[in-house]
């Protein structure tokens, strides 16, 4: 691009503001737009870079005049602004795929339906521990923009969510983590979960043969996809199953197995720090991601044991006579919640409900009649719960707050019982985010 290129940047959150401190210091000619309040610290940035924006609302003339727009993955394409761009054949890209223009670095990309937090922190922590300097950005950590801008690393490890790889096109992963392809975010994609799932394979998109594939072999949705496609990529495979792949990981009675072009890495399952079938996965991932980059069998061993898990993640919270309280508001599909229901073993107060992201709760109602004794409905509306378990359970409570939530699930619940904010659901109906959400829950369980 030329350096009189007039760049408008949708979004005045940490994404929008990294890429434009990253215009501004590559020569090119910025504006940001938010149709929303911009938060005081981003403003404060913006201003200390002379960087022009405007906030409450979007000068449409000014944005369309620009010759490329980078869009925050909050914003949906169908906004009038983004179809416009569009219509107009002003490029629309994401905040990644215009960092990633101006980086060496090699690219360490996670993405699927669920784990992609835990597995970008535990391989991050692993090959920082292990002395690599290591970016962490996407939807976690800093702007990647921003971090490319101001400190650039050797290695960034990035969460990419479908939102973002939408946006991305001439960006390459040189290592690709697929970790599941299940329905989330179907409200975004017309309801089409093929049109989802093939966002979440632009994940692939760019590699050649010197690049790698970690991927799930025990999710049918990508095993189906890579095998009626042709792949130039290394593939490494992935699975619960005692499945001897020439190069990948695998279980062997109670021990990792994982094999790359190197020694054999090989930890028992009690080692872990993160236990859980969805843990096991996400070990597996970091862990072959680890080898490729070199890192020492007894490093990853020791990373893999003392990782601490993120926040609002099967976080338990405290245990009030007897009953434990389970923090999982980042639960936000259904396929999360699944894994929560699956991974306790006693009876749960289950706190579910939100803004519906097309869930269907067929998939989990044997879960649910096995080990649910009480659904806490947590939303606006919270209908498509009801009418999924109203006739199968006897207790449903119906609650517009959180305290309210966790009074009625204390009440309910017995000595020996879990209670489990799993939402499956977004928070944007009565909280700012999941956050906000797992914060409060927090707050009201001490409070008891």
Known sequence: MKRNTKIAILGGGESGTGAAILALKKGYKVFLSDNGPIKDKYKSV??????????NG?????????????????IPDQVPVV????????????EIEFAGRFTKAKKICVTGSNGKTTTTLLLHHILENAGVKVGLAGNVGNSFAWQVAIREFDVYVLEISSFQLDGMFDFKAEIAILLNITPDHLDRYEGNFEKYARSKFRILQNQTENDALIYCYDDPVITQ????????????????????????????????VIKTHNKPFIMTLEQLALQGKHNIYNSMAAGIAARLMDIRN????????????????LEYVASVHGITFINDSKATNLNSTWYALEYLDK?????????????????????????????????????????????????MVETTTMEQAVISA?????????????????SFDLF??????GNQFKEYVREL
């Open 432 to 437: 700012e985010n999941y956050e906000d959400r």
């Open 298 to 313: 007894d490093s990853i061993k020791q990373s893999l044991s003392d990782f601490h898990n993120i926040p609002h993640r």
């Open 410 to 426: 204390y009440h309910i619940a017995k000595k020996g019982d879990v209670v489990l904010l799993s939402p499956a659901c977004a």
């Open 46 to 55: 913006l201003k200390n870079y002379e960087i022009g924006f405007e906030e």
């Open 83 to 94: 179809s416009m761009a569009k219509e107009k054949g002003i490029p629309v890209i994401s």
């Open 225 to 256: 996809r890579l095998n009626k496609s042709t792949m130039r990529m290394q593939l490494y495979p992935f699975s619960l199953m005692e499945m001897d792949f020439g190069q990948g990981a695998y279980l062997k009675e109670e021990n990792i």
């Open 58 to 74: 979007h000068t449409f003339k000014r944005i369309l005049d620009a010759d490329l727009v980078i869009k925050s993955p909050g």
């Open 347 to 395: 009876p749960i107060v289950w706190i579910a409900g939100g803004i519906d992201k097309g869930n269907d709760y067929s998939m989990i109602s044997d879960l649910v009649k096995e080990k649910v004794k009480a659904i806490i409905c947590l939303g606006v509306n919270n209908k498509k719960l009801f009418d999924a378990f109203g006739k199968k359970l006897k207790s």
